[in-house]
């Protein structure tokens, strides 16, 4: 811990003394420039136990953060300050304090580029390795370490990297290195250079080391772990004209965690995207796999933090209340899916498209389970301690997690109004997103959103969303309405309801309402809300918590310069 | 214009009214009694053992157990402890602490509608926050708390139990129970006997009883353990049935350090009736008592003993 | 330790300072084309006309939204030769090529470049998405965040009358 506090201290002290002469170089032409953010959350807490809002001693909680970089030629360094005080309802309770959790400087030299401190960095489509934040959803993996890019010519580019992982206020046991290397042909061959034909190839490599800890098997027997688990990547990007490909495969060696039920099987994972483009037409095409690619710079941690790779959804991500009440989320361990999705424009001044042209988007997701077949006949399925299970390639498993069917069609009548409309389809498998288990396992659910916003003037803007669930599992049916008015650019009130309408249980048909105001200024912002929130599930790595329903006030502040 | 600045002024003056509405307005009486129960040391009732002398001394640890029965991983955890008893025996002191939202009784089906929940563990669980982590988790001796690091998933139990069993022990503690069946009444003493010289500290001492063998549903999605999703008669173990002397216990008398170290030796008793007004069963069940520093929450010593040998 | 942190943060709001009536300067930091190919965000061309930097999210109904609604008023050349326009859509959650199609689909016609990981994002500090930068001739800078339904009107009003007068307006 001293001789932590020590180095911290030292980089402080060296970047204090470079600030003055940095400052004087302002004036400069290289230029010079500081900009920075803050946000705060604040939450005020009242009793509600009839939604299950319980009481919260503080009866305040505020989420906090400040971000502040500096800029010179190709100097750069900047800091975050972030402060909890306690975590807002729904935020990992581990957050509580207040520090700087991230600080970095950079410059560039010639060919070089040289990071240190906290690194957000992402390998090709990041699957293993991408550190980056998201404070809105409570999640921070920076590496804290070094990094070191190399542009040896026009398209080429050698990425390396070293360091630990941030845990909450502390960094994780795990040391992660790893490099990657990036080419674009175009840049490289002369004849593609005018040529329709675009093709970029990359590799990465990560590998792990933890120190040995003992996990037992049984009373009697513990577990040989690798102390050093290794991935490597590789990908392809090529795209002829109008149309794209791309592939991305990874593979990672024996890493029994706590995510996987320790067993010693290797992880894969394969993304393919097939993209085809023109202006009004836009189709995507997107087939997943992935088996026991959970990996985390910690082997006892379940919980959403020390991520080392990252596996992007491929479902569509739903913005509308009601349309993301039953959320996908990733299986990094066990999944296989498929995506389609069309966008297209119907021009104006056609009979469909109208005067403005209609927007229409179409999309389709599909994902199961893969398949498991066991090692031998004297093994379980993922018994620990074993290889676990067996996976054909190319079978897709029989659990069905979720499907997902939306149309969504936006069209212009005339000048001052507008309507969107959506219909969506869904079967969300609450067992294996949510982790708990009913005698309904799947939920099916139809949705119906429709959004008009009429304009009264060039500034003044009425919106009203009306949204309807409907499903006979779980809570029952569910209905909403938000009916917004906005004078541009400053100001904005909102009202809004939700209604459990069709819980069995007619005792639990909560109404849950939602009041703001927010003014803008600029680039800053400040909004006031009152409302209840409803309870909620969130399950990572077979830990799951309760993030309990609320009702109170809510303020927060947005600035940035 | 004038509209605005009255808007701006609205939305400022509730910005405000939010921060003073935090407050806690304490109307008389402003002294209430000590709700930690002091119990009179009621020798007549319980007469003071003579406890045997302390021939080996060792640091237990104490594994507490977050869990439910409507949480699909949580039996899995309990397997992870089961192994760690038969590997540690004495060593290791285990308590399932059934808490919070995978705890709750279904108002709706009657094979989830028991009801495992304690005051004390509720309390516990929020206080150190390992439900608002996730189930399962838990704790080990309750260290790390001062740093907000006491909340380990099962995996890791492991690696902490060894690390705490291999410290020095700051104290002995020792337990005896008498049963009476025919009164239904339960005396429990405990001794601790100081091993080293030690820093003025504030200590507490927590005594719980826990009962093995509850055949109840629970909630499973782990082949290697049993049926799923639901294992419908399955075999629960150290079930927290309820804290004997308050949530956060009675504090140990101590006579301030002196400089020339001499053992100081406290002893506690209390007791309990109910056994079966609580629906338990007096052999199935434990007695567990374990000293922590009032501060950091640390358990220091624990010990556990059977009810009915 | 305390003193350390206390001159550096000092330090930086003195700065902050210094440089609040600042010029906007892009920094060098690698963004990607549609077709993948890479380009630094400071060589997007700001000093020619009045440029907007509309930063989105393609997982945000309201930042398609804002997306549109710049479009349509591009295609309608309100904007045309007056007004540069530049999209960077910072891709948090979805895969990089997914955007492509979307961005076909909703047929935009001014530039969308992809910020992969936030970097740019995070350069340049934006709070929250979507959020609008509208540089004037004089490199000046006015902000904004979050979904404006009168954006194009306020771009519009910021080029035929400069920055200054805005200011005079608020």
């Not at chain 1, 840049?187 to 990359?202: Q, Y």
């Not at chain 1, 495969?249 to 099987?265: C, H, L, S, W």
């Not at chain 2, 025919?182 to 010289?197: P, R, T």
């Amino acid at each position: 811990m001293k001789t932590h506090l020590l180095t911290y201290a030292t980089f402080l002290a060296a970047l204090i003394c470079i600030f003055p002469s940095l400052l004087q170089a302002q004036n400069s032409s290289i230029g010079s420039q500081v900009n920075g953010n803050f946000q705060m959350d604040a939450q005020y807490y009242r009793v509600d136990s009839a939604i299950g809002a319980l009481p919260v001693p503080e009866k305040m909680q505020m989420n906090s953060w400040t971000n502040i970089t500096y800029t010179s030629g190709d100097f750069n360094a900047g800091l975050r300050y972030e402060t909890y005080l306690n975590p807002v309802n729904g935020y990992d309770p581990r957050y509580k304090g207040t520090g700087i959790p991230y600080w970095f400087v950079d410059y560039k030299t010639g060919k070089f580029q040289i990071t240190a401190g906290h690194i957000y960095e992402q390998f090709g489509g990041g699957a293993i390795f991408r550190t980056y934040e998201e404070h809105n959803l409570g999640y921070d993996n920076a590496l804290n370490g070094i990094r070191v890019k190399f542009t040896p010519a026009k398209g080429v580019e050698l990425k390396g990297i070293y360091g630990t992982q941030r845990y909450f206020w502390d960094k994780g046991p795990g040391i992660v290195r790893g490099a990657d290397a990036d080419f674009n042909l175009k840049d490289w061959i002369p004849s593609l250079e005018n040529s329709k034909l675009r093709v970029r190839i990359g590799g990465s490599f990560v590998s792990k080391y933890q120190a040995d800890e003992e996990i037992y098997n049984s009373s009697q027997e513990k577990l040989m772990l690798p102390l050093n688990v290794a991935a490597g990547a590789g990908r392809i990007d090529l795209g002829y004209g109008n149309f794209g490909l791309n592939a991305e495969y990874a593979q990672k060696i024996n890493d029994p965690n706590a995510t996987n039920n320790f067993i010693y099987k290797k992880g894969e994972s394969l993304l393919l995207t097939a993209t085809y483009n023109q202006k009004g037409l836009g189709i995507i095409l997107q087939a997943k796999r992935l088996d026991n690619m959970g990996f985390k710079s910690k082997r006892t941690e379940t919980g959403n933090v020390l991520d080392i790779g990252y596996l992007p959804a491929i479902t569509k991500q739903q913005t509308y209340t009601l349309a993301a009440v039953y959320p996908y989320a990733t299986q990094p361990n066990n999944e296989m899916g498929m995506e389609a999705q069309v966008n297209y424009k119907i021009a104006k001044n056609t009979f469909l498209g109208g005067k403005y042209g209609t927007d229409i988007a179409v999309n389709f997701s599909a994902i199961n389970s893969i398949v498991k077949e066991l090692v031998n006949d004297t093994t379980l399925l993922d018994e620990s301690g074993t290889l676990g299970y067996k996976s054909p390639f190319f079978k897709v498993g029989d659990t069905k997690y979720f499907r997902d069917f939306n149309i969504e069609i936006g069209h212009k009548f005339t000048k001052s109004f507008k309507l969107l409309f959506t219909y969506m389809y869904e079967e969300y498998n609450t067992a294996i997103i949510e982790g708990h288990i009913d005698d309904t396992v799947l939920v099916h659910a139809n949705i119906l959103v429709a959004e008009m916003t009429y304009k009264l003037s060039p500034e003044k803007a009425l919106r009203l969303e009306t949204q309807a669930l409907l499903t006979q599992q779980d809570e029952g049916n569910w209905v909403m309405a938000l009916l917004e008015y906005t004078v541009a650019p400053k100001w904005f009130v909102s009202v809004a309801d939700q209604w459990n309408c069709g819980n069995e249980d007619t005792e639990k048909r909560f109404h849950y309402p939602l009041a703001a105001v927010a003014y803008n200024n600029d680039a800053n912002r400040i909004q006031l809300s009152y409302g209840k929130q409803r309870e909620g599930i969130v399950c990572v790595g077979g830990v799951c918590r309760n993030v309990p329903a609320s009702n109170g006030f809510t303020l927060t502040i947005t600035t940035s310069f | 214009m004038i509209k605005i600045t009255i808007l701006k002024s609205i939305l400022i003056i509730a910005a405000s009214v939010l921060v003073l509405a935090s407050c806690d307005k304490i109307d008389a009486p402003y002294i209430v009694p000590n709700t930690d129960p002091i119990e009179p040391e009621d020798t007549a009732a319980c007469p003071v053992p003579k406890f045997p002398a302390v021939t080996a001394h060792y640091k237990r640890a104490l594994i507490e157990d977050y869990t439910g029965h409507t949480c699909v991983n949580c039996p899995r955890a309990a397997l992870i402890t089961h192994d760690l008893k038969d590997k540690y025996q004495d060593s290791l002191v285990v308590v399932a602490v059934h808490a919070g939202f995978y705890a709750k009784p279904s108002t709706s089906d009657s094979v989830w509608a028991y009801d495992f929940r304690t005051p004390a563990g509720t309390e516990w669980d929020n206080f150190f926050k390992v439900g608002a982590v996730g189930n399962p988790n838990g704790m080990v001796s309750r260290k790390g708390y001062p740093n907000n690091q006491q909340v380990l998933s099962p995996p890791s139990w492991a690696n902490a139990v060894k690390n705490t069993v291999s410290e020095a022990p700051l104290m002995d503690l020792q337990l005896i129970t008498e049963y009476d069946s025919a009164k239904d009444k339960l005396c429990i003493h405990s001794k601790i006997s100081f091993l080293q010289a030690f820093t003025e500290r504030t200590l507490k001492i927590s005594v719980i009883i826990t009962e093995d063998s509850i055949i109840q549903a629970q909630k499973n999605n782990d082949v290697t353990v049993g049926t799923t999703p639901s294992i419908l008669n399955y075999v629960h173990t150290h079930v927290m049935r309820g804290a004997v002397n308050g949530i956060w216990g009675t504090p140990v008398l101590l006579i301030p350090e002196n400089s020339s170290f001499a053992p100081v030796v406290t002893t506690f008793q209390t007791h309990f009736t109910n056994f079966n007004l609580n629906t338990m069963v007096p052999k199935n069940c434990h007695v567990i008592a374990f000293v922590f520093d009032a501060e950091t929450k640390e358990v220091l010593q624990v010990a556990e003993v059977q009810v009915v040998e | 330790m305390k003193t350390f942190r206390f001159f550096l943060i000092n330090a930086l709001l003195s700065a902050a300072f210094s440089a609040m009536s600042q010029k906007l300067i892009l920094p060098d930091v690698k963004i990607y084309t549609l077709e993948g190919s890479t380009a630094s965000a400071s060589s997007i061309d700001a000093k020619n006309s009045t440029t907007v930097l509309f930063f989105w999210n393609a997982d945000d109904n309201r930042s398609i939204e804002q997306l549109r609604l710049l479009n349509e008023e591009y295609e309608n050349q309100i904007f045309s030769g007056k007004v540069k326009i530049v999209g960077i859509c910072t891709n948090y959650s979805c895969t990089m090529q997914s955007i492509r199609p979307l961005v076909s689909g909703l047929a935009i016609g001014f530039d969308v470049f992809i910020d992969r990981n936030n970097d740019l994002k995070r350069a340049m500090n934006i709070p929250v998405l979507p959020y609008t930068m509208i540089i004037d001739h004089a490199l000046d800078v006015h902000r904004y965040s979050g979904y404006c339904n009168n954006i194009v009107g306020t771009i519009m009003d910021l080029n035929n009358n400069g920055m200054a007068n805005i200011s005079d307006k608020r």
